[in-house]
């Protein structure tokens, strides 16, 4: 004996629904798109407007030019902007709102350089180099994996120099 199963008819959705439905998916897309962009907006910078000011202080070329390549795009990373150069280092400028007396109170003086900012600059014993501008402190450092010695003075005072062009 066969059996048969009868199933209710189909019912084709209405126009309303349909148009609900593609509304539905039109505002699920404007949201998911408005969050990507918000995305973008943020950065590591924390909203820092000094960090977001030391990645317009110097430019690929210019750290290219003393330490070689490639140099990727300035990147806010609060306190400070850095740069990855090469495969294994990175260079970092920073602002400090500190005239660059105090700074070497904060920031111990390996060696006095010369002819860089207001006071003629430092290099301090974390091998960065800071100098004065106006009131205000910047420094640079360098540093490659797995090298704590060495003190690159005469690459990051021709950077300092270009720092201070920029002032």
Known sequence: ????????????????????????????????????AAVGKHDGSLGDADTKTACGLLTQGEIEAQFGGPVSEATPVYPYCQWLVGDDAFLAVQIFRQPIDEARDYHPVRFDTSGIGDDGGYMATTR?????????????????VGDFS??????????????????
Not at 7 to 32: D, F, T
Not at 150 to 167: F, K, P
Request: aromatic letters at 6%; proline letters at 3%.
């Open 1 to 36: 004996m066969e059996t048969t199963t009868t199933h209710p008819p189909r019912r084709r959705a209405s126009a309303k629904s349909l148009v609900g439905a593609l509304l539905a998916l039109v505002v699920v897309a404007a949201v998911a798109t408005a969050a990507l």
């Open 128 to 144: 960065a180099i800071f100098f004065g501008h106006n009131g205000l402190t910047y420094s640079i450092l360098w540093q490659k």
């Open 150 to 167: 060495t003190v690159e003075t005469d690459r990051l005072s021709a950077l300092a120099q270009n720092v201070l062009a920029r002032l």
